[in-house]
């Protein structure tokens, strides 16, 4: 699929979500191609706009992990992957326009608020908190839903990353098809 993305999504009017991990090169490039995918499945990629960013720089200008890549590819991904991703801190402009962040871990949802003006916090969910299978997390225990971090492991652990991401993405499209149709009522 085409990489469709423009740098003025606002004058589209576009539903931006924005997946959010470290440092931009595993987890939310990855939940960025695979929600794109289901958006795009479900007839919503036109409306919706996907995109990923870290809280940390320490990444900067890197492409997506040559694992993560191999990963993508082989649960079929492999023509969505952008090949002119640039790893990158969210920025003001990013915070501005977007309507929902999906951070992947307690961590990167902390650092995240901290980041945000109050008038946003409000739009932060963890990636993970969609999946209705898991139990909700007592208030301060939110680490117990992380997406699993596969940096320091091997194929195994971005096979469960991955998993992990794609049992999650339908019930983050069907979220937020909903908030298009209050919207659109609103």
């Not at 595993?26 to 795009?40: N, W």
């Not at 963890?126 to 909700?136: E, G, Q, T, V, W």
């Not at 992990?164 to 499209?173: C, D, F, H, S, T």
Request: glycine share 6%; charged share 30%; hydrophobic share 35%.
């Amino acid at each position: 699929m085409a990489d469709n993305r423009t740098s003025d999504h606002k004058s589209d009017h576009k539903y931006t979500v924005m997946t959010v991990c470290t440092g931009n090169i595993c987890r939310s490039p990855m939940g960025e191609i695979i929600l794109r995918h289901y958006f795009d499945e479900r007839g919503l990629g036109d409306l919706v706009d996907v995109e990923s960013s870290g809280v940390s720089d320490e990444e900067w200008s890197h492409p997506i992990d040559p694992r993560a890549v191999h990963v993508l590819r082989e649960r079929g991904y492999g023509d969505e992957i952008p090949r002119n991703h640039f790893a990158h801190r969210i920025s003001r402009d990013e915070i501005a326009r977007t309507d929902l962040f999906l951070p992947m871990t307690a961590a990167h949802m902390r650092s995240l608020l901290r980041l945000l003006p109050p008038g946003k916090r409000a739009e932060v969910h963890m990636y993970r908190s969609f999946d209705p299978n898991l139990p909700k997390p007592p208030a301060g225990r939110e680490d117990t839903i992380d997406l699993v971090d596969p940096w320091y492991g091997g194929p195994h652990e971005f096979e469960v990353a991955i998993d992990q991401i794609e049992q999650v993405a339908p019930y983050i499209v069907d979220w937020v098809a909903k908030q298009l149709k209050a919207e659109d009522k609103g």
